[in-house]
């Protein structure tokens, strides 16, 4: 048994009355390593923001069950050290804000774990050295720029020392740097603390930083594997509505015709290697 | 008629004017924009792309300077500015936060209504508009918040493609969406810039969706237009661009690399396939395509 770890889950929400109950995910078996760094990737609807879901017990399955560190998140009390345990950051930055001071939104989830205070100033600075915020304490948490209101978010769940984080899909409304400055936080949480990742996205550009991919569709896993694995695998991916890198695409193409250029090329570095390796012939 | 459709001259805006914390947004910006063409504005956070659209329909005074819409001040008769913001349509970025009405027909009817049009006409506008999104008709008659986050988007923009606006600008209209959702909301755009032969105006951060639909590209830095070309001559200009701390489309990147290094390919290719077109010859040469 993984740390996080999904053994058959199928689930389906509530229907509108009159309506079939629609399944959002079919007998869905994951597990994920403490550690890991994990990318979910899947278009709108292909149950990736429920299964996430599932991991922090907001969600519980139809049938199936769901672990968290060994403790079944079906146990009801156990659901305050699974939630302990696993952080959630959800798209929308203005969503997470409770307090207008960043230092004191930071604060809150400690506060409310019952931290003794000396802990709790330790612990938000902590926090958001970690993400790179310890300057802004004092600022209003309202006027920072989304990409800065995240790592708030980010710090304020990192304050309450979870072992896994998952995020989703953290950046589909930030601009270009907020992105950069939110996958970059995430990596280095990775790297340096050891932090499980668990990234809901559908930017494989994102997706090509985890250690590994798990491609969804139509609630259930397409594919499972490195990053190289997963996008060498192109017509697969377009065939279920997915990006490739265009670096990706491009070799990929000419290997088609005949080329013969090395599968997993993943960017701009790689393909323009690749492929002076044949025009210097 | 004229070329130009839109103009600004010497526009510039100011932000907390007068107070300690004063920034010009838009800095003395002369720009012409052609009629019928499909416009691409980028720029980093914080360039002033999205305080220049708004100049353009008037949501926004000038602190000086003049923007012109047909060769006229739009802020001649400034009691009559919203009749401009009938020929020059804006869709926000997350326009869905903008639906309010009972249902669908309604929300895309208020834009029309408030053009003090006949009811005939507005049925036949409000049909159109779905349409040309992309919205089923029996979505209409349902409340706009039931509707997926994909329809919503859709409804809103059907919402001012119903007030049939000479210029449609449109901010950032695939933030969020996945890129199936991405995909066929360009192609609508683009479907519907062709059949209306109209002006559209596309602010992106996405420059992969830029090189896709874009005629010119307008790149704003710091308040200042600092380039306004086709956009393969905007795209050739990787160096440029990227100390501005934007990119070029990915492809483009390798491309620019492989010029670079000597190889006789162009530049300013914005897609696979124009890739495709320019490298198959030269690795065909070296023995390599079957």
């Known amino acids: 048994m993984e740390y996080l770890q999904a053994d058959h889950v199928t689930f389906s929400y509530e229907p509108d009355e009159g309506d079939a109950p629609k ?56 659901k305050y050290e699974i939630r302990r345990r696993v952080g959630l950051v959800l798209q929308n930055p203005d969503n997470q804000l409770v307090a207008s001071i960043v230092e004191e939104d930071v604060a809150f989830g400690p506060e409310n774990l019952g931290v003794p ?38 710090a304020g769940i990192i304050a309450m020392l979870p072992d896994c984080l998952v995020l989703d899909e953290p950046t589909a409304m930030l601009d270009p740097r907020g992105r950069t400055e939110v996958l970059g936080t995430v990596q280095r949480l990775n790297r340096e603390k050891g932090m499980t ?73 790689e393909c323009v290697a690749a492929l002076e390796l044949l025009l210097k012939r | 008629m004229s070329e130009i459709i839109l103009e600004t001259r010497d526009l510039t805006y100011l932000y907390g004017k007068d107070t300690p914390f004063q920034k010009t ?34 949501l926004l005074r000038p602190a000086s300077g003049q923007v012109l819409l047909d060769g006229k001040d739009i802020w001649d008769e400034p009691r009559k500015i919203r009749a401009v913001r ?20 309604q929300d895309i009817s208020f834009g029309p209504r408030n053009m003090e049009l006949s009811e005939e006409e507005i049925a036949k506008r409000v049909a159109s ?7 089923k008709p029996e979505l209409l008659d349902k409340s706009p918040f039931e509707l997926s986050g994909g329809e919503k988007r859709r409804a809103a923009i059907a919402g001012v493609i ?19 959702g991405r995909d066929q909301l360009l ?89 495709l077109d320019d490298l198959i010859p030269l690795l065909r040469k070296r023995g390599c395509i079957r």
């Open chain 1, 23 to 78: 399944e959002v995910l079919s007998d869905v078996t994951l597990g994920i390593k403490k550690g890991q760094f994990v990318a979910l990737l899947g278009h709108n609807g292909s149950g990736k923001s429920t299964l996430a879901k599932h991991f922090n017990a907001m969600l519980l399955p139809s049938s199936g069950k769901v672990y968290v560190d060994g403790m079944d998140t079906s146990d009801e009390s156990l």
């Open chain 1, 117 to 154: 205070p000396a802990e709790i100033r330790r612990r938000v600075d902590d926090a958001l050295k970690a993400v790179d915020m310890y300057e802004f304490r004092t600022h209003a948490s309202y006027k920072l720029s989304g990409g800065q209101k995240q790592r708030i978010a980010i």
């Open chain 1, 197 to 269: 990742v668990v990234l809901i996205t559908h930017y494989m550009d994102e997706a090509v930083l985890a250690d590994r991919v798990v491609v969804m569709d139509s609630g259930r896993i397409l594919t499972d594997g490195t990053p190289r694995e997963v996008f060498s695998q192109v017509e697969l991916l377009k065939r279920h509505s997915l990006d490739v890198p265009q670096a990706t695409e491009l070799i990929y193409r000419l290997k088609a015709d005949g080329c013969p250029l090395p599968d997993g090329v993943l960017n701009e570095q």
């Open chain 2, 25 to 58: 947004a838009v800095d003395g910006v002369s720009v012409s924009i052609r009629r019928g063409e499909f416009l691409g504005v980028i720029g980093h956070t914080g360039s002033g792309k999205s305080t220049l659209i708004q100049q353009f329909n008037g």
């Open chain 2, 86 to 105: 009938f020929r020059v349509g804006m869709v926000f970025q997350y326009p869905e936060h903008q639906l309010f009405e009972e249902t669908v027909r």
């Open chain 2, 129 to 135: 508009a779905a349409e040309f999104t992309g919205l």
């Open chain 2, 162 to 180: 119903a007030m049939d606006p000479d210029v449609l600008i449109l901010d950032e209209p695939t933030a969020g969406l996945d890129p199936q």
């Open chain 2, 187 to 275: 192609d609508q755009i683009v479907s519907y810039h062709r059949r209306r032969h109209n002006t559209v105006i596309l602010v992106s951060h996405s420059m992969e969706d830029i090189a896709r639909v874009a005629d010119r590209a307008l790149v704003m830095n710091s308040g200042k237009a600092v380039m306004l070309d086709r956009i393969d001559r905007v795209f050739s200009r990787r160096a440029e661009l990227e100390s501005m701390g934007l990119r070029v489309p990915q492809i483009t990147k390798i491309m620019s690399l492989l010029r670079e290094k000597g190889y006789p390919v162009n530049a300013g290719v914005l897609t696979v396939d124009q890739a």
